[in-house]
């Protein structure tokens, strides 16, 4: 009888996986085709504009709405994603090109205020050197409490106008904090180049970095900051989006400090990991529509118009219709019931997911309804309809499985762990055939044949190992299972 000889290809890494293309139909048709658009031009793909798409609209929109899923469930519209690519896949091309409205807007409203803000600085520079005045003649005896007191509650309600600031790019936590304070809450980090990841990840902070700022600024929590010789500084409401993109290697980097996935912070960032088409790109590519451009910058452009003035204090509350609602419960139950099976690798992040989908449909829901802003006239509350709430959740249902491939990159999935575990016994063992009891004694941690059946599984899927169809040789009269070893492992 002939041996059968195995066709062997090379292997697939572990972190090459089989990933969706973003669902970009379930986004606003303005916000399609300009994503459709700026992915040719750059021959880039859709995911990462469409992912910076959805953080720009947040950012427009963060701080004067929150979407009420249940009356006891207010979930605001800031968002944190990231973007995971090698080096060379023009990550600040899609970045520059998706937030240009916005800094076009920046720049526009800050030459037009110009003045207000000038004005603002000499007025709170006058009222400055008054106190001094008074607190001289106070001091002196020729001045009494009562104008002390008027010039101190003068002083502690000018509010200065400040030029508008939509985003930063590089920023320290602590600055962020201040800016925060400054802001009425409100900030935006949008960087191509990932520069907090990189701190977090092994910089001059990653001994002793306060990762609170980051933590409360997604969820809305009250931030509270005293330092020696210098003022505390509160944060009521703080709402922080933040679109960040990084490498591979960056990504691992920020799972090697525990501290990060124990306290949520990975968990809070929505990940994307598109498919690279580096060596296959075109030169020559159409160009980006006028219109395409000209509708979509009209639409940020009454995003950040919609309520900017500061003194509305209390965001407007997006309602969800009962369909959406009856959709979400459905979708929230079947989630709950695989946060401790399927899921459970990533159970932290998963936990969060339906709140991301509120997040989302309250996003796609405004911008829905941008109309020249018609719509702010009528009476009823915004609501979210069920084919938003489903185009919410097919966008993250997208996301999950990009989170399982980054929780994997990661290395969090268990699973994967115990593939990488099991190959670096066999090649130390130099072993072309191996049976399921070798394994086994090679690889003590792995205490149960149940435990073992998947790692094996998985990587016949990826092609490290082929099954034999024989039956090795049988102990206390029960065969063994014998695999065959890709040799490719060995002349890589």
């Not at 992915?39 to 929109?61: K, N, R």
């Not at 001091?139 to 009494?144: D, I, L, T, V, Y």
């Not at 944060?235 to 400090?257: D, F, H, K, R, Y």
């Not at 020559?284 to 509305?312: G, H, V, W």
């Amino acid at each position: 009888m002939e041996s059968f000889t195995p066709i062997w290809e090379q292997p697939v890494p572990f972190e090459t996986q089989r990933l969706p293309q973003f669902p970009v139909d379930a986004l606003p048709s303005k916000v399609k085709d300009y994503v459709l658009a700026v992915a040719e031009s750059t021959q880039t793909p859709v995911d990462m504009a469409a992912t910076a798409a959805l953080t720009i609209m947040a950012t427009c929109l963060q701080g004067k709405y929150k979407v009420a899923a249940k009356p006891d469930w207010i979930e605001p519209l800031n968002l944190y994603a990231l973007i995971i690519a090698e080096p060379s896949e023009r990550k600040s091309a899609i970045v520059n090109l998706m937030s240009k409205p916005m800094r076009i807007y920046e720049r526009e409203y800050n030459i037009a205020h110009a003045a207000d803000v000038e004005k603002s600085r000499m007025n709170k520079r006058i009222l400055e050197n008054k106190q001094k005045i008074i607190e001289g003649k106070v001091a002196k005896g020729q001045a009494s409490e009562t104008e002390l007191e008027q010039i101190a509650k003068e002083l502690s309600y000018f509010k200065e106008v400040r030029p508008l600031r939509l985003f930063a790019d590089d920023i320290t936590p602590e600055k962020l904090t201040s800016v925060l304070a400054e802001r009425n809450g409100i900030a935006s980090i949008i960087s191509a180049e990932g520069g907090i990841f990189d701190q977090l990840a092994g910089g001059m902070y990653s001994k002793a970095v306060n990762i609170d700022v980051f933590l409360k600024g997604y969820s809305g929590d009250c931030i509270r900051i005293d330092r020696i010789g210098r003022g505390s500084e509160s944060v009521e409401n703080p709402a922080l989006t933040m679109l960040l993109a990084a490498q591979p290697s960056v990504i691992a980097g920020v799972m090697q400090n525990g501290t990060f996935r124990g306290r949520g912070l990975t968990a809070r960032f929505l990940y994307t990991i598109p498919k690279s088409l580096v060596g296959n790109r075109n030169y020559y590519t159409k160009p980006i529509p006028a219109e395409a451009e000209k509708l979509y910058s009209e639409l940020i452009y009454n995003l950040l118009d919609d309520r900017l003035n500061p003194s509305i204090a209390d965001p407007e509350i997006i309602v969800s219709s009962p369909e959406a609602d009856e959709e979400l419960c459905n979708f929230a139950t079947t989630l709950e019931g695989k946060l401790r099976t399927s899921l459970e690798h990533i159970s932290d992040w998963a936990g969060k997911l339906c709140g991301a989908i509120v997040r989302i449909a309250g996003i796609l829901c405004r911008a829905e309804k941008n109309g020249g802003h018609k719509y702010m006239c009528e009476t009823k509350p915004l609501a979210i309809s069920h084919e938003i709430i489903c185009n919410a959740i097919q966008i993250g249902c997208y996301y999950l499985k990009h989170a399982k491939a980054a929780y994997s990159i990661m290395g969090a999935d268990p699973i994967i762990k115990k593939c990488k575990a099991v190959l670096k016994a066999i090649t130390q063992n130099n072993s072309t055939e191996i049976s399921k009891r070798e394994i086994m004694r090679l690889c003590r941690s792995i205490k149960t044949v149940e435990e073992l059946q998947p790692v094996l599984d998985k990587l016949c899927e990826y092609g490290y190992l082929q099954q034999k169809q024989e039956l090795g040789t049988k102990t206390n009269g029960r065969p063994t299972q014998v695999y065959f070893v890709n040799p490719l492992l060995y002349t890589n």
